[in-house]
């Protein structure tokens, strides 16, 4: 098994070069399908991180996903939608899928019938959830979205300024007709409660990347969560050092180290002078955010000057690798 095991990202870094980066950095990838109204889409992205796994298995490994549901003009829901799932769910653990995702769009996008947001305590889930608790598989959740969704889009500095100016559909400030932050937070610990038997591990920081308490609370509370770090590198870096770094630390063996980056076109279907810049770039932003742990002392990220974490060789390797493969059985 790889040292390093980044836990929640979507590369399909194949062939010479991409093969070669992760020999270097001696890493395995856990790509995670992203389910989505366009049904053939995210499945056809599925497909790739499948192949990966089935053609490089100490490379790559990934998690499944299920469609989400849709009613008809009555108000019914499709017919055999969680018998489908179910189904659809056993057939990719049976081909290797180490776990299984929830996205944001439950809580933020789907619709039921009756005009309320699908929650992700919705019953409709809960044959789904006692599914995954027998087959001893973990359930990724993306629920919610930072904090600063719902704030003004009006501080630059903030980590996440950047995305919400560029995709500003999922920006909710001043949106009255969508659930709060707390409310989605609230329905996913409901949720994580309701199924003590459940693996479930909280993608972003849970969305709860504001402050390392906010999580504490939760890891304390439910024994069956963790959460990874994907994509939330800054918010831990703007927050008190010997704070942060406590946490990880107590937390050593709840937190999986995960970067979400994004290129899911196999860079074997790519020209040779792509993959020639996508290579590198990529190698580095991977391997500063893994030395971000490690280090003490200001480093460059993103084009910030950020203090590193400045972790010991005691917390490391959990963080980094151990912890992605108790989380994920099987990767």
């Given amino acids: 098994m790889a040292t390093h095991i ?27 399908s992203v389910p989505q109204p366009d049904r053939e889409k995210w499945r056809a992205r599925t497909d790739v991180f499948r192949t990966l796994a089935r053609q490089h298995p100490n490379h790559f490994a990934w998690v499944a996903g299920f469609d989400l549901p849709t009613w008809d003009a009555d108000g019914n829901l ?19 899928a180490v776990g299984v995702k929830i996205w944001k769009n439950v809580g933020m996008e789907v619709l039921k019938p009756s005009g309320e947001y699908l929650m992700v305590d919705d019953p409709l889930y809960d044959p789904i959830y006692e599914f995954l608790a027998a087959k001893g598989t973990t359930l990724l959740l993306h629920i919610g979205e930072p904090r600063s969704c719902w704030l003004p889009l009006d501080n630059p500095e903030d980590p996440h300024y950047g995305y919400y100016s560029q995709n500003p559909q999922w ?18 610990d409901r949720m994580v409660a309701g199924h003590p038997q459940l693996r479930v591990v909280g993608a972003h920081l849970a969305s709860l990347e504001y402050d390392v308490d906010a999580v504490a609370q939760r890891l304390d509370e439910f024994p069956n969560f963790a959460v990874d770090t994907s994509a939330r590198l800054l918010d831990l870096a703007l927050q008190e050092p010997a704070k942060v770094r406590a946490f990880v630390e107590r937390y050593r063996d709840r937190i999986l180290f995960g970067t979400d980056l994004v ?69």
């Fill in 171 to 188: 920006h909710m400030y001043g949106r009255q007709d969508m659930p709060s932050h707390q409310a989605i937070i609230d329905a996913r």
């Fill in 78 to 96: 499709e017919n055999g939608y969680v018998d489908r799932c179910i189904a659809e769910v056993d057939a990719e653990l049976a081909a290797g």
């Fill in 6 to 32: 980044d836990a929640h990202l979507h590369l399909a870094c194949d062939g010479d070069i991409g093969l070669q980066l992760l020999a270097g950095l001696d890493l395995k990838l856990l790509n995670i």
């Fill in 263 to 331: 290129d899911d076109t196999p860079w074997s279907t790519l020209a040779t002078d792509t993959v020639a810049t996508k290579g590198p770039a990529t190698q580095n932003r991977i391997a500063t955010e893994l030395a971000w742990y490690g280090q003490d002392g200001p480093m460059q990220f993103r084009d910030r000057t950020i203090s590193g974490l400045g972790l010991g060789s005691d917390t490391l390797p959990d963080l980094l690798g151990r912890n992605a493969e108790r989380w994920y059985p099987g990767l």
